[in-house]
Structures are given as C-alpha cells and as structure tokens.
C-alpha cells in the first residue's frame, strides 16, 4: 500500500510505545484476577449449557453455589474437576444436578491438584477440539466459496425475532452482504448470564444465544453456498458476559465479534477491572477460534465531539491494538473501529474522514480495519442520509478499508427494514465498483489539508498516549479522555463479580491457549 | 393562487395534483404480478393513477417497490391544533432571575434514560454543563440543582432517588421505540408513581427524537419535549409550570 | 413463516407489520401544524402510527414530509391476473424461420414516435439494426421491412405512410407522458384509424416507459410492451399474432 | 487552475485549428443567407410584438407577406424601413395595418438604401438601447447581489403553467438554486413562430413567450433580492424559432440561453443550412446581450454510447468554440456543454467522468462550462439516482465546473416536482461544501487511468476533427458522426425557410452589432 499522508515513522513508533506501557500496565491489573463471568465460560468451554428450572443458566447456577461459598478464588475448575473425579460424570451432568440440587458441588473430596487437571483433560481437549473443527471449518469455505471484493460489506439485523433476522439476513447476503451482524437486544449488555434458546422478542435487537448462533449460521452457511461467497457472522462479546459470549461463538462459529477493552466500561458503566479481566480472556478465545474483533472507537464520536475527539480514536486504536496482541490476538484479527462521523455540513469535511481513514490504514497497515457509517448527524431525511452513506462508502474504498458497516438511510429512524439494507448495499455496490480504482490513482499536496489534517491527529494521540502511559488507563479514564464520559475504578456495574485468585487458581483453557499460541511478535 | 386552507392537498407541480410517492416491500416475489400487488396496495391507501416507478428484487421471495400516485385526500388546516408546550421564550439569565424572584428557592430535577435504554446524549443536551447548540445545560443554571443519574436506571430506582433529593422535577428520556417498548416504560413509571401516591409531587417530563406533547399527556406525563429541544425551553417551562402551580395550589408542589 | 397468500401485506422487518413510508409535499408553512397536517394526510392514506420522520422547508410556504406508518390493507394474492403479452420466447432465428414458414412472406413493419414525443431511443431499440441489449432490431430481420419514422410524427402521417407501404404492423413509441398528453395521442391514432376503417387492417403496438399491456388493451391498442423490453419478444409477438389471425380469419391481416 | 492530465498542448492546438477551418466552412455557407425566423427576429427588435385575430404573431404575419411576394431577399428591414418613410409610423404600428389589411407592406414607394437606412435607425437604436440596459442592470444586480460559489446550481422548472413555474422556481432560489431553467414544452420547437402571451398549458414543460420570459423575470428579480442572490433565467434558444427567442431574451434579460450550432439538427431533424444560419444571427444577439450560451454535446450520450462517442462531445465543443467566437461571443459566454452520462454499473466509470470533466476544464479555461447529470441510466429507483447524482456533484466541484445542472432524483419519472427539486439542491450543496477543496488537494497518477482515458479522448477528438475539416461538417452530419444520427444537406424541416439574399439586402442588427464589438481575438 502506497503511503500518502507523510507521517512520520518516529511519531508512530513513540504512540506504539506508549500504548505498550499503558497496555502492560492493564495486564498487570488482570493477572491476579478472574470473574464470576470468566468462570462460566471455563463451564461453557467444559460443555456446562442449559437452564434450570428458574431459566436460569446451569453456568450461573454452579459458579453463584460457588460464590456463595467464597470458595471462587479455586477457581470453578478446582471445583469441578473434584466433583468429576468423585462422580465419574461430565461437566453437564454434575452441573445439571446441581441445579436439582441433588448434588453439592462444594463438598466433594480433595484431590491433587495433578489429578483434577488430568480429570478435566479430556473435557478441555474436547472444548478446544471443536473450537479448532469450527475454525477448520471456516477456513475451507473461504477456500472453497471466498469471500466479496474488499471493502466487505457488513450489514446488521436487528429485528428482536431470530427468524424474522435470517430472513433479513439471507436476504442481504443475496443483494450481496459480506458480513451479517446481529444486534443485541437493549437489555442484554448488562446481564450477568447469558440467556438461553431461540429468541423472537427482543428491543432494538436480538438476544445473543447459543441457539440464536446455531440458528443465524446454518442460515448464513446456506446462504452462503447458494451465493457462492462464505457470509460472515457477528454478534457482540461485550457486556457482563463477555468471554461467555466469546466462547458461544468459538463454539458456534462465529466469524467476527464486537470486543472492545473499554466500550463496556465507557458506554455501559461496568466496572473497569470487571472489563479488563473479561476482555482479556474473551480475546484469547477470539484469538484461538480465528475470530475477528471489532472494536468501538466508534462510539467516542457519538458523544464527543468527531471533529475535536478524532485523536482519541487514534490513541484508543493503538491501546486496543497493544492489548489484543497481548490476549494473542493476530495483527490480521484486529478490526480497529472508526468512524464517518463529522456534521455533513462542515466545509471539507470529506477531506478530514479521508484523511483520517487513511492515516488508520497506514498505521495499522495489516488490520482488518472496521469503518463505522455516518449516524449521529443522521435525520429521518432518508434521501440525504443515503448520500452521506455514499461518500462515506467512497472514503471506504478510497482509502482501501476491508470491513465497511453500512450506514442505512433510516438510521434516525429504525433499526433496517429488509429494503432499507437492499437500498444500503446497493449504494455500497455502486459506490465502490464506479471508483474501485480512485484510491490507486490519487495522491494529495504534499503540506495540504489531508495530510496536515492527519499529522495533526497523529501528534495529539501520541500526546494522549504518552499522558496516558504516565497516568495509567484506569486514571485517564475517570478523567474522562475518552468519549467525554468519566468512569472511576470503584464505580460501574459488576465489580462485585471481581474475584481475586488463590495460588491453587487454574483456567486450563487459559493455560492450553497460551500454550498453544506463538506468542504475536510485537506483544513484549 | 389561492390556496383553500380548508382542503389542503399534497403538490407535486400543480395545485391540488395531490401527487404522493410511496414505498414498501411486500414478501412476493419480484415480477409482474408483485408490481400489480403494490399497485393495488396503492390503491387501497386511496392512491389514483397509482405507478410502480420501480420495483426491485430482494431475494427471499421479497420484493420491494416505489410508486407514485394521486392521493385524493385532503387536510382541514383550519381544524388542526397543535399541543405543544407553550412557552415564551427566556433565556439563561432570564430564567435564573425569574426563579429566584418568584419561586424564591432553587428547583431541584432528576433525569434519567429509564428502563434499557443507554442514549445519554439527548438527556445530557438537556442537563449537563455544556449543553447543546450553543446553550448551557440545567447543571451550569445557579437556580437548578440537577441530578443526571445517566443510562439504563430502572423506574424504581429514578424515583426512588426523586425523593430522597426532594425533587420538584423528573426529566425521562427515551429513545429506542422499537416495538413500542418506549410506551411500555414511560406507562410503568406513572403507574409506579401513581401506585405511591407520589405523581403529584413531580413535575413529570419526558422527551426523546419520537416524543411529542401531545403524547406526553395521553401517556399521563406534564409534557413531553421532541427532537431538536433546546435546554431554556425545558427551564422555562419547568419555570413558569411550578410558578403556576404555586400560585395556584397555594401549596408548593414537590416539597 | 407460512404466508397467507390472500392477504399480503407490506413488510418492513416482521410480517405484516405493514410499514411503507410516503413522501409529499404540502402549500403549508413548514412547521409542528404542517406536520400534523402530513400526520393526518397520512392517517387519511389509511396509515396507522403514522409518523412524520422529517420534515423540510421548500420556502414559499411550502413543506416537504417524509412519514412512516403502518398500512393495514393487505392484497389478495390470489385474485391477480396480469395480463402480459404472451409469448414463448423464440430467438432471431427461430422468428424468422417461423415467418418464412408459416407465413410465407416478411412482414411489413411501420414505427414513429407519434405526436410531439422525440424520444426515439427506445423505438430505435424495437427497430434498428443494431437493437438493444445484445439483440437485434428489427431492421436485422430478413423476415421484416422495418419503416422507421423517426420522431414527432403526426398520426395522420403515420397512417398515411402505413397504407401506402401496405404495413402489417404498426408500431407507436409514447414516452412523455406529463399531463397523460400520450392518451390524447394514443386514442386520437385510434379514432382516426376507426373513421378510416383502418383499424383491422393493422396489427397495433404501443411501447414505452410507462405503457402496460393492459392499458394498451384499453386504449383499442393489440398490444402495449413497457420498459426493457427486447426486440425479439416484439418481433415473436407480431409473427405469433399475425399466423394466429390468419388461421383463424382464414383473411390475411394487414393486406 | 492546476493542469493534472498531462495533455499535449500540440493536440489541442490542433483540435482548434481544424474546428477553426471547420468553423469558417459554415460560416461561408451562411453569410451570403437569411432565413425567416431570421428576418422576424429583425421586426421583433424594431420592436414588433402582438397577435392577429388568428392568433399569428405579427412578425410572422409581416414576413410571410413580404415572403408570398418572394420580395425576402430585400431583407425586411428593406420593406419596413420604406414602410416606415411612407407612412412615418412606427414598425409596430406598421405591422399591427398590415395585419389588419390596412396597409400592404409591399405596395410602399421606392427609397434610397440610405434613407431607408437612416429611417429605420433610430427604432434599431431604440431595440439595441433597451437590450444593452437589460445587460447594465445585469451587470448591476451581479455587482450588488452577487451570486453563490461556483459550480453554480441550475435546475429546472417544468409544469407547463408559466404560474405553477414561478412559484417552482423561487421555491428553488430559497433552497439555494442559482440558475432556473423554464424547459419548453415537447411542441415548441419546431414551431416556425413564438407562441404569444402567458401560456398555462405545456406538456413536458412550458412554451417560451415574451410574457412568460417578462413574468418569470420579474418572479426572480423578487426572490434574488430577498435570498441575497441574482437568480440567472434560462430558456432554450434552438428550434425554428431560434433567433426570435435569442432576441425575447436579450430584451426580458435573461442571463442563459440553451442555444447549440447542432443540436436542431440532430435533435429536431431541422435543416442544416437553416439552422446554421439562425444560430448565427442568434449568438450575435446573445453575445450583445451578455448571455451565456449553453451547449448540447450532453445530447450525444443520450443516443450514442457514452464511452465510445467521449471524443465526439469534446469535438463539438471545439466547433461549438470556433462558431460561437465567430459569432461575436466571448470565451466567457461559451457555457460547452458535457455531461456524466457513463453507465453507473461501469468499473471505474468515476475516474473516466472525472477525466472528462477535468480535460473540458483544462482545455477551455474561460469557458463557463456546464456539466450535464446522469439522466440515460437512471430508473425510477429514487434513492439510486440521488445518489448517483451525488457522484455527479462531487465530479463537478472536483474539478471545477462553473454550472451544474442538477439531476433529479426522479429522472426516469417526470419533470421535477417541488421537493424533487429542493433534494436535488441540498444534494448539490452538502458535497460541494463536503469536498470543496477536494479538487486542489489531489492530483493524478502520471501515466493512470485517468491521464490515459483524457489524452485518449483527445487523441480521437483530434483525428475527427482533422477528418471533419477536409470532409466539411454537412458531410459529417450525413454520415451520423455526432450521437449516431444522420441528417441530410437538404433533408429536415424549416429549408424553405432559408433565402439568398439579393445585394441590397442588410440586417441593421447584424451590421451594428458587428461594427460594436470588437472581434474576439481567437477568431480569425
Ligand atoms: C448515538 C447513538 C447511540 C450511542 C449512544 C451513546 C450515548 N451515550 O448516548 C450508542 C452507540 C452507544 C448507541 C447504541 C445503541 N443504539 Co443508538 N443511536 C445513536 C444515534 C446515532 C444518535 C442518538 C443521538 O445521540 N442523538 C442526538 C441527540 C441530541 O438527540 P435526541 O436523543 O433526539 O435528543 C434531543 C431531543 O430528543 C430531546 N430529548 C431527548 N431526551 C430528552 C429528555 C428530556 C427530559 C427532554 C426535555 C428532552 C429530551 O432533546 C435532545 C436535544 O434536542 C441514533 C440514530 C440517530 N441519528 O438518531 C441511534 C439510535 C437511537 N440507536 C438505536 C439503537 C437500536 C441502539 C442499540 C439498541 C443498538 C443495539 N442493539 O446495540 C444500542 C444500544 C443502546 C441502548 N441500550 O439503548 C436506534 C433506535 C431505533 C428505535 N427507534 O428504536 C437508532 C435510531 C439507530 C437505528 N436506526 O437503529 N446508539
Ligand atoms: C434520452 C432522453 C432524452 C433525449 C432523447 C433523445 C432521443 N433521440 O430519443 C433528449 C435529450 C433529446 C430529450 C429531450 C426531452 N425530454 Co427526455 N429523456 C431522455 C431520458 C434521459 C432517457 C430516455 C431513453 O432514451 N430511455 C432508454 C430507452 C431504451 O428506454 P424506453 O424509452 O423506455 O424504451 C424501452 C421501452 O419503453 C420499450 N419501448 C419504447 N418505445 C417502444 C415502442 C414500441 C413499439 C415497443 C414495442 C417498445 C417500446 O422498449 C424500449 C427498449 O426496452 C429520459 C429519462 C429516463 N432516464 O428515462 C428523459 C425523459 C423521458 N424526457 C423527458 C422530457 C420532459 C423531455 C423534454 C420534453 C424536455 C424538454 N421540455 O425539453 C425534451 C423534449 C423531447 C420531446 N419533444 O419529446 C421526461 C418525460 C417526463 C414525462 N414522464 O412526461 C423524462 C422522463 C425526463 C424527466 N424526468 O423529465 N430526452
Ligand atoms: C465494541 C462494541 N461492543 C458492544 C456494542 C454494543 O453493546 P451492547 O450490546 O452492550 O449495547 C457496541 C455498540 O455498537 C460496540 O461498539
Ligand atoms: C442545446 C439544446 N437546445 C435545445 C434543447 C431543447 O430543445 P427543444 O425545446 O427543441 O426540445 C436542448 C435539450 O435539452 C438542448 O440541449
């Protein structure tokens, strides 16, 4: 990729350092640490699922009997692995019969520690073993059907009903979507479990379900073949039940997964160590099942201001990036988030997304970067927010990004009606065929306003960052450097799901995944 | 020309034409026989002359189209009343001086994005410091003490913490209306109130980009603020509403 | 998801949640009263939940709406006909070797762009050699003597030079249609054609953006063809129509 | 303004020298002819107006007289101004008897030239007087008012109702339109007379009457003044009719005429020699009167293929130059046309527009170029061709054209309604503001696609034109080279129209039109 913007390496160098720091720093904090979240998903991954007579997850239910018993600083792993060693039963069958209560999972006889992880062994094997199926799979479908032309089109459905979502879905892809995210219903983020089998009502989304997974991907796969192209699926690992969800769709073979190290802490006030410790191991399954991220710096730009915050995006770009390979994400599975999202009305304004899409792309030069379509500015004018969709699908293809979101012409209206998309993609379509080539053939005046524009984002984040690597996140964050939105430490929802761990503490599949990963070379 | 308020009609280019577009998909496969269903469709919204000027294909056995027709139909002007909330324009100082005068003690309001809902950025125009569009916010008013509890607090919780800082004011706001679930919330909180004996205590507001005063009133709210609110609108009406009230009750509301 | 075929209603993201959107404008201030007023247009239109999701000043005391709501009318299905040109695709080839076979003679083909219309590109794509989307006009065919006319052709012309080259067919292109000046022109081909006791002697093809069959039908046409419509389909049309009258009228048509 | 494509200056002397020769063929073949529209258009400007009882202008009245004496080659100055001596009234006075039989215009005593000459001056000083005031109070409007940023927004009124028009078109200036088109009804062209007084009924637009010219003048003098912009008015200066309407123009001041060497020919099937000759005559009146011409070339893409023909546009505007200047007009009046007609589905069709669009500005940089939206491709998807007529925007501000005629969302529909009109503009003004420095921010690959396709275009403009020069443009036109249609020397409507003039014709508008200016330096 030819480079346009004249930044200079050094700056670039210096921001990577400094959000190595802060990023280390983070680690440091997540360590000696688990939660109550990462704990159901070593249950999940063990093959724990259901609910129990009360709905609630078998994963809840084990880990709060736990909990209840203080005795979480083991680890739900000890505990488990105890209770198959004296049972001779699956993870599935212990946990169920501790719903019925007709098993205690806390008093079980002691084993060697050597012992319970050889009970836990095959269990594990197995958890990992259709993970790495799930992503064999996928990779022979990209062999055998491939994918669009970049930029890939990402749609959304949202409709709160999982069979009205796989028509839409297959819908699109037929109109020619690359990738379907499904969005999650509004009350889901702040749940401590994850619910459980098909849903069909949801607000402003669908509840993300292991079933509603199964569900989208048999349609996405059937889709898929007929359309000759292999559709990506995305739902959010966010919220209280992160790694939960990553770990559902590792299991179900989800492709691409919103996972952010702040957004839920910023956008969703859950407590800042709660997110770290999740995000952490919820991207060592990502990492592991070959999924990609999508992080959110998008979101800043919905309430600071795009135009003064677009530093912020930068800088959050660079944490994400130091944490996720840190978590053994790959440099090709960190869709770095940003966004389209200056007022219309700004004189120029398409030079300064331009400037700032390019500067990402040259940055970030391996990323599968995610562009976030035009909304806060957004009317019900439906025809001039298809424009603005446009222009921000020539920014696209101009600067060569690979994960484009379209932006849908009632974004300040609904959540997209199934024409709504069409119209999306179709925009797209045209867009970037009628200038597929205009990124090749451009360059911009050495010293105009593209490349001051993007020098000058660039000097501020590498202010930001090395303020930040002083100070640390957690600092920075309740200063409010980020989205205008002030969090402290103590604050936020799930701190209370914090567990510091004990030294007989294990997560075998922590442990088997770190194991297994070469270390990314640029993570120190 | 002259117009006849009392039969207004839509204009295309003629007077009276009463020329519409219109668009929607229909779960019918694409070709001539869905064209004919939309324009039937058309009709039966009244449409004359109804055209399907494009229809296109959206796989699944959709199809979606456009079409443009004569809408015979037409609007009374003279018979339309618009509720809004009536308010003569004040600003800051004007506002600070009026509560002080006559209401004589600072008013104190709650907002809140009640039930799931996480937009902040409408009640944060409302209420924070900074404000929207070049006015200040509630926050930045000597004569208000505001408190923005943020996203996603549920009803019980707002008021909950509505008395306990002795408020004259709720501040709700909603955005996602998505299978009504708005509406459902907004019920909830009056009848919880109203449940406690404790609706009179409160000036009860709501507002969001789908709300309208009218609304607001059906739903047993005191107003209802639409897109596009800008904070000395809601002040002075929380204003010169509690001014009344006092005067008029000859008891102060919210104490 | 079972669809009841006799009651289709328009889908937006669940089914019949019938949602359409409508756009318009009205002589009224832009303002909350016009607003409402496109509320009420809307709710006349049989919209349930209509709302007005933006609306815009045109100046001149003029406003532009755009409003979404529900549509409870729903459309049977199962009760449409479309009345379509049939015919079974036959290519160049076949076409001609139908003629030559069949009807043992080319046929004579007379077109125009009639009345003030100049639009000749969409005749010209019936027509001329070089057609249309890779197919051939009907100047190509060995088995046709294509006449075209051109453009802005009086109907009495029209008439005169069809008579006098003894056509079989004659072919009328119609694309403004702003004020339905093409149904003046359409009926008036036909009303002279009748007082001349003409009207049997031709097979009579309308075609055009905005032509249907059915219309064409209505209008005393034999056919109407729409928009992208091939030459061959035409061409299949005229050699189908003409050997079909000629069994059945035991009369060769057109001579 | 910066040159990007790299384009000989070699060639492009060429492809004036040759439309120069080409040029000089035509004008050859008009000067020793005059037509009847012509010779109305005299009567007009000595200030004759009004109908008969049957409804026939009074300068068709009058020239068909002289005309059924074939005493025209006099030229009807000849016979007014013995008229005018004989009976000491006015023209308009004359005329008015001889329509009511009161006075036979052929039956008037023999005059020297001279005084016939002399007699006739003060009512040609009066016409010319009354025109240069128009083109002062222009002059004045554009100093106080001013106009807005260029590209300039030209749209269209169209009801066929001169009063629905009105309020259309200042409807439109509020919303930000600069130049209002009245497009004529389908009928007018090939009218040989203007039609009289304010018209209600048009189809597909409205007729072209000196009163609906005066009313719709007077709509935008009061909307200039209240939006703070002079409104420029535009009407269509072609058909049999063409130099009368050149001459209702420069009275009722409008500021733009569609007024084309060719396009009555191709377009209308009108004759040749007699189109030559009126557009002549017609661009002396608009070059008085300081009304921009505008140009067809868009016409050509309607008919033949927009790739393949590109050059044919270019060429015309070379020959549209070279006639125009001959003609008495400045650089500064040659509105050549050109548009972005490119199938959307086309890859890379953006970079061939934009190569277009920056050769016409390279190649002509004084003319006020106007640039043409898509209308061939699009279709009655609404959102599409907004969208695409987006692209058309950006194509214009990026490089520079000086009018943009606005494409309407519903092209393929109808003539624009109210909001179709008001979209199109805010359209226009998001991306011109969004991008307005675009233009000078980037520049292009040496050697790419888009300095490859211009020098191509000019390359084949070059070698048609060297082939029109030795052929002769009649010739060209015969053979179809100009949007695939062909038109014969002696075929198409309106030749009887055209008369040789006898020695002792003059045309007293001509000759002091002539004598006044000073040629244009670039003709020969
Ligand atoms: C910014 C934004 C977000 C941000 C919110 C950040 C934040 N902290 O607020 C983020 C990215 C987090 C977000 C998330 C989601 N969003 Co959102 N979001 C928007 C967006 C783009 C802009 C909203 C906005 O900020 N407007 C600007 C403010 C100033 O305007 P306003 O809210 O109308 O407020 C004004 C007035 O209404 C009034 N007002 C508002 N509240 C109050 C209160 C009182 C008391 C008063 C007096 C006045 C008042 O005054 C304000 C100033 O004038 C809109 C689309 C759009 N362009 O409108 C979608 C939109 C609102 N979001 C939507 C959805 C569905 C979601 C999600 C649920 C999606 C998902 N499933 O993940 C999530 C979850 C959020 C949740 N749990 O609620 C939908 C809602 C659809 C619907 N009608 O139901 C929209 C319309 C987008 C779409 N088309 O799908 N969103
Ligand atoms: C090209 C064009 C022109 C060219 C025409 C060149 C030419 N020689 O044809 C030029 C620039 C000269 C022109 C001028 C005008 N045009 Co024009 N033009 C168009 C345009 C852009 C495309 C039309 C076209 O060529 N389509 C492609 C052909 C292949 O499609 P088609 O015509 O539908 O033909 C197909 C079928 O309908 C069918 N068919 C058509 N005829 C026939 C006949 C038979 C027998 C059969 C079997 C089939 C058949 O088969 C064809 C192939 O599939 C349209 C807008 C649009 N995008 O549609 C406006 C449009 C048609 N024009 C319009 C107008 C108003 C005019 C003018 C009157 C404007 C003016 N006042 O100056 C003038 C005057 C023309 C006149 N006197 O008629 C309006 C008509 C509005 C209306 N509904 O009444 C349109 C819709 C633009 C608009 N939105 O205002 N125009
Ligand atoms: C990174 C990221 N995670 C999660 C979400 C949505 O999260 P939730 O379901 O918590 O509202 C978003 C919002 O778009 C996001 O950008
Ligand atoms: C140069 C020129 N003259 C005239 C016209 C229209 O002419 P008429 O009124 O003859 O249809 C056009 C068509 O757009 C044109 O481009």
């Given at each position: 990729m030819e480079k346009k913007l004249n930044l200079e390496q050094e700056k670039i160098d210096r921001a990577r350092q400094a959000a190595g720091t802060i990023a280390r720093g983070v680690v440091e904090e997540i360590t000696p640490r688990t939660t109550v979240a990462v704990e159901r998903t070593i249950l999940r991954l063990l093959g724990v699922d259901g609910v129990d007579v009360a709905e609630i997850p078998l994963p809840n239910v084990v880990v709060e009997k736990i909990q209840e018993a203080q005795a979480l600083p083991c680890g739900v792993a000890h505990w488990m692995g105890r209770a198959i060693l004296a049972t001779g039963k699956s993870p599935q069958e212990i946990a169920r019969e501790v719903a019925d209560g007709n098993l205690n999972i806390m008093d079980q006889p002691l084993y060697s520690d050597e012992d319970i992880r050889r009970a836990l062994e095959p269990h594990v094997r197995e958890g990992l073993e259709w993970i790495r199926d799930q992503r064999r799979?996928?990779?022979?479908?990209?062999?055998?059907?491939?994918?669009?032309?970049?930029?890939?089109?990402?749609?959304?459905?949202?409709?709160?009903?999982?069979?009205?979502?796989?028509?839409?879905?297959?819908?699109?892809?037929?109109?020619?979507?690359?990738?379907?995210?499904?969005?999650?219903?509004?009350?889901?983020?702040?749940?401590?479990?994850?619910?459980?089998?098909?849903?069909?009502?949801?607000?402003?989304?669908?509840?993300?379900?292991?079933?509603?997974?199964?569900?989208?991907?048999?349609?996405?796969?059937?889709?898929?073949?007929?359309?000759?192209?292999?559709?990506?699926?995305?739902?959010?690992?966010?919220?209280?039940?992160?790694?939960?969800?990553?770990?559902?769709?590792?299991?179900?073979?989800?492709?691409?997964?919103?996972?952010?190290?702040?957004?839920?802490?910023?956008?969703?006030?859950?407590?800042?160590?709660?997110?770290?410790?999740?995000?952490?191991?919820?991207?060592?399954?990502?990492?592991?099942?070959?999924?990609?991220?999508?992080?959110?710096?998008?979101?800043?730009?919905?309430?600071?201001?795009?135009?003064?915050?677009?530093?912020?995006?930068?800088?959050?770009?660079?944490?994400?990036?130091?944490?996720?390979?840190?978590?053994?994400?790959?440099?090709?599975?960190?869709?770095?988030?940003?966004?389209?999202?200056?007022?219309?009305?700004?004189?120029?304004?398409?030079?300064?997304?331009?400037?700032?899409?390019?500067?990402?792309?040259?940055?970030?030069?391996?990323?599968?970067?995610?562009?976030?379509?035009?909304?806060?500015?957004?009317?019900?004018?439906?025809?001039?927010?298809?424009?603005?969709?446009?222009?921000?699908?020539?920014?696209?293809?101009?600067?060569g990004q690979e994960i484009q979101l379209l932006g849908m012409l009632t974004e300040a209206i609904h959540t997209p009606h199934i024409h709504d998309r069409s119209l999306a993609i179709d925009n797209a379509r045209y867009i970037m065929n009628n200038a597929r080539h205009l990124g090749d053939e451009i360059s911009f005046k050495p010293g105009g306003k593209v490349q001051k524009r993007a020098q000058q984002v660039l000097d501020e984040a590498v202010e930001m960052l090395e303020k930040i690597a002083d100070l640390g996140l957690p600092r920075a964050i309740s200063e409010g450097w980020f989205g205008g939105i002030s969090r402290s430490p103590q604050g936020g929802k799930g701190l209370s799901g914090v567990v510091e761990k004990e030294e007989n503490y294990f997560n075998p599949f922590m442990e088997e995944m770190a194991s297994e990963r070469e270390g990314s070379s640029r993570a120190d | 020309m002259q117009i006849d308020e009392k039969r207004i009609r839509a204009y295309g280019d003629t007077f009276n034409d009463g020329i519409v577009q219109v668009s929607f998909s229909l779960p019918v496969e694409h070709g001539p026989k869905g064209d004919e269903a939309a324009r039937i469709l058309a009709g039966q919204m009244g449409l004359?002359?109804?055209?399907?000027?494009?229809?296109?294909?959206?796989?699944?056995?959709?199809?979606?189209?456009?079409?443009?027709?004569?809408?015979?139909?037409?609007?009374?002007?003279?018979?339309?009343?618009?509720?809004?909330?009536?308010?003569?324009?004040?600003?800051?100082?004007?506002?600070?001086?009026?509560?002080?005068?006559?209401?004589?003690?600072?008013?104190?309001?709650?907002?809140?994005?009640?039930?799931?809902?996480?937009?902040?950025?409408?009640?944060?125009?409302?209420?924070?410091?900074?404000?929207?569009?070049?006015?200040?916010?509630?926050?930045?008013?000597?004569?208000?003490?505001?408190?923005?509890?943020?996203?996603?607090?549920?009803?019980?919780?707002?008021?909950?913490?509505?008395?306990?800082?002795?408020?004259?004011?709720?501040?709700?706001?909603?955005?996602?209306?998505?299978?009504?679930?708005?509406l459902e919330n907004l019920t909830n909180l009056v009848e919880l109130l109203e449940a406690e004996g404790l609706r009179e205590k409160f000036l009860l507001i709501v507002g969001g980009p789908r709300i309208s005063h009218e609304m607001a009133l059906e739903l047993g709210f005191d107003a209802g603020f639409g897109p596009g609110t800008l904070p000395p609108e809601v002040a002075t009406y929380v204003a010169q509403e509690i001014y009344r009230r006092q005067r008029s009750d000859s008891g102060k509301p919210g104490q």
């Open positions: 799979r996928r990779e022979k479908f990209l062999e055998t059907l491939g994918t669009g032309p970049k930029p890939l089109l990402y749609v959304i459905v949202a409709t709160g009903d999982i069979y009205e979502d796989v028509i839409q879905a297959k819908s699109a892809a037929e109109q020619g979507a690359d990738i379907v995210a499904v969005i999650r219903s509004t009350a889901q983020s702040l749940l401590d479990y994850v619910p459980y089998g098909a849903t069909r009502e949801g607000f402003g989304g669908t509840f993300a379900t292991q079933e509603n997974f199964r569900i989208m991907r048999q349609g996405l796969d059937e889709i898929g073949e007929e359309v000759g192209r292999y559709i990506y699926l995305v739902n959010y690992c966010s919220g209280l039940a992160m790694p939960e969800i990553a770990a559902m769709g590792a299991l179900e073979r989800l492709d691409m997964m919103l996972n952010d190290a702040m957004y839920g802490i910023l956008f969703r006030d859950i407590n800042m160590k709660r997110t770290f410790i999740d995000q952490h191991f919820s991207r060592m399954i990502n990492g592991y099942a070959g999924i990609i991220i999508n992080t959110g710096e998008d979101n800043y730009l919905t309430t600071a201001d795009p135009y003064e915050a677009a530093h912020t995006v930068l800088a959050s770009q660079f944490i994400n990036e130091q944490l996720g390979l840190r978590s053994g994400l790959k440099d090709e599975q960190l869709g770095l988030g940003h966004a389209f999202e200056l007022d219309p009305e700004k004189e120029d304004g398409f030079l300064l997304e331009v400037a700032q899409a390019q500067m990402a792309r040259e940055i970030f030069p391996r990323a599968p970067l995610k562009y976030m379509p035009p909304t806060r500015h957004m009317t019900g004018d439906i025809f001039k927010t298809h424009l603005v969709d446009g222009m921000f699908n020539l920014a696209g293809v101009v600067t | 004359e002359d109804a055209e399907v000027a494009f229809s296109r294909d959206l796989g699944q056995s959709f199809s979606f189209y456009i079409v443009y027709g004569r809408c015979p139909a037409y609007v009374d002007l003279t018979q339309i009343q618009v509720s809004q909330v009536e308010v003569e324009a004040m600003d800051y100082y004007e506002i600070n001086r009026f509560i002080e005068e006559r209401i004589g003690r600072p008013l104190v309001v709650v907002g809140a994005c009640t039930g799931t809902d996480a937009h902040t950025v409408g009640l944060d125009a409302i209420m924070n410091m900074k404000g929207y569009a070049g006015e200040y916010g509630l926050e930045r008013y000597p004569q208000f003490h505001a408190y923005n509890l943020g996203s996603q607090v549920p009803n019980a919780d707002l008021i909950s913490r509505a008395v306990e800082v002795e408020a004259d004011v709720i501040l709700v706001s909603q955005v996602v209306t998505q299978k009504n679930v708005h």
